[in-house]
């Protein structure tokens, strides 16, 4: 059974830089995507960013583009998610999510396996 651990959230002022992790365990990953979506309050939950693991291929929000970098460790099972420039509406629960599959969704209705979650906030 795959399990997926987030952690590193936290409060950052606006402007600032904060560094998600997802561990990942249970199976071999080499032919799975993992992806982070965020949900914040009210709203549903969103695509943030995909990796594939076997090649590094990367996918991303256009409301992230620029700001924020997905990243795997492949040793440590763990892939990251770097976030720059972090404006008021990035606060959100960024959850990490995992796919069997070649292709990029970011309907988050695809990924049957999913982490608990680690809290964003950013502040002015």
């Known amino acids: 059974q795959v399990q997926l651990v987030e952690s590193g959230g936290g409060l950052v002022q606006a402007g600032g830089s904060l560094r998600v992790s997802c561990a990942a365990s249970g199976r071999t990953f080499s032919n799975a995507n993992l992806a982070w979506f965020r949900q914040a309050p009210g709203k549903e939950r969103e695509f943030v960013a995909a990796i594939r693991w076997s090649d590094g291929t990367k996918d991303y929000a256009d409301s992230v583009k620029g700001r924020f970098t997905i990243s795997r460790d492949n040793v440590k099972n763990t892939v990251y998610l770097q976030m720059n420039s972090l404006k008021l509406e990035d606060t959100a629960v960024y959850y990490c999510?995992?796919?069997?599959?070649?292709?990029?969704?970011?309907?988050?209705?695809?990924?049957?396996?999913w982490g608990q979650g680690t809290q964003v906030t950013v502040s002015s």
């Open positions: 999510a995992l796919r069997y599959s070649p292709i990029f969704w970011t309907d988050q209705s695809m990924y049957p396996y």
